[in-house]
């Protein structure tokens, strides 16, 4: 049986189409529905041409980088190939999805979000009489553009150097390079956390002199009404100071930690850790409604260095920005500060 797949002519030009990406283009000329009940189904276009061209990516079996290269049409494939690993390194193991209540994605540099910043009137649940006017919720576009951050690594390797090695192996080197760009990116989301996104909403701090208590805690947690502390992000010195508080030390807590390697609070929030966060300082937020993370398209690869084998200072990027969205869905605890008054 001969498939549409087989025929179709990669060139380079595939990559260079505004708005979209390589692998919409391949999702446009061969569509994966045209597939349903064949023993392709499940493949995406991308995965399609990998077995057309017979190039296995994963297992102790997975070819050498050099199998990319063997026609000047399977070569086009190889940035596809890189853009999809540092991706998947950079979703792995990162904390971004359990703190972000949305993601947008944006083709661009200037983001301007929306904002609902209600009064203290206006966010108690008031009888509607019948006759009376029912109570507004203002929905309006924030003053300023959010930032939106390019952050990269460069891929610096001759050709020569890893024309030989398995691409599951080389595929763990791209993974360590998307988790790197996801580490900045969550670096991003703090400092928005903590400083605002430009639009004069930054965190309210909450400031606790002496070593951390159970008690300080729930004065934290208690703040957030109307909204819920679902989630903690607290760096490795203030995670050593949860640990040692007795209320932490519950066996279904502990067995929960063990099991999984979730540790929740006995306030319900779940409990991050990330060296991203500053030392002796702790953010609570609701992760419902806190933060928005801006995507400016998919992770970017240098493709014409990659296609041409030119390896040497190849840069792999991808944009993302973080807006707020309810200020104060989320608020930050000072540890060791002065007391204010």
């Not at 026609?71 to 940035?79: D, G, H, I």
């Not at 992770?299 to 707020?324: C, H, N, P, W």
């Amino acid at each position: 049986m001969s498939y549409h797949f087989e025929n179709l002519r990669l060139e380079k030009g595939m990559y260079g189409r505004s708005g979209t990406s390589f692998a919409k283009t391949l999702e446009e000329l061969d569509p994966s529905e045209g597939y349903r009940g064949t023993p392709l189904e499940g493949l995406d276009a991308f995965q399609r041409q990998l077995k057309r061209f017979g190039i296995h990516v994963k297992g102790a079996d997975s070819d050498p980088v050099e199998k990319f290269f063997h026609t000047t049409e399977s070569s086009v494939l190889f940035p596809e190939f890189v853009s999809r690993v540092v991706r998947q390194g950079l979703e792995e193991g990162g904390i971004l999805p359990d703190i972000t209540a949305t993601v947008t994605k944006f083709d661009g540099m200037d983001y301007r979000s929306i904002a609902s910043i209600p009064t203290e009137e206006e966010k108690k649940l008031l009888q509607v009489a019948e006759g009376a006017a029912i109570p507004e919720t203002s929905v309006r576009t924030q003053e300023n553009l959010v930032k939106l951050q390019k952050r990269g690594r460069m891929l610096v390797a001759s050709y020569e150097a890893i024309r030989f090695q398995r691409l599951d192996l080389f595929s763990v080197t791209l993974r360590q390079i998307g988790a790197y760009i996801g580490k900045m990116h969550l670096q991003d989301a703090i400092k928005v956390l903590l400083e605002g996104d430009g639009n004069e909403n930054p965190a309210e701090v909450v400031s606790h002199s002496g070593a951390l208590s159970y008690d300080a805690l729930l004065e934290f947690w208690n703040k957030f009404d109307p909204f819920a502390m679902n989630t903690l992000l607290v760096g490795g010195d203030t995670m050593l100071e949860l640990l040692r508080l007795k209320e932490f030390q519950n066996p279904l807590t502990g067995l929960n930690f063990q099991g999984t390697g979730t540790l929740a609070t006995p306030l319900g929030a779940k409990l991050l850790r990330t060296s991203a966060m500053p030392a002796g300082t702790l953010i609570g937020l609701d992760k419902r409604y806190a933060l928005e993370q801006v995507v400016g398209g998919e992770v970017m690869v240098e493709y014409d260095k990659l296609i041409d084998r030119q390896l040497e200072r190849a840069a792999i990027t991808s944009i993302s920005g973080f807006a707020k969205l309810f200020t104060g869905a989320s608020k930050a605890m000072k540890l060791g500060a002065e007391v204010r008054g």
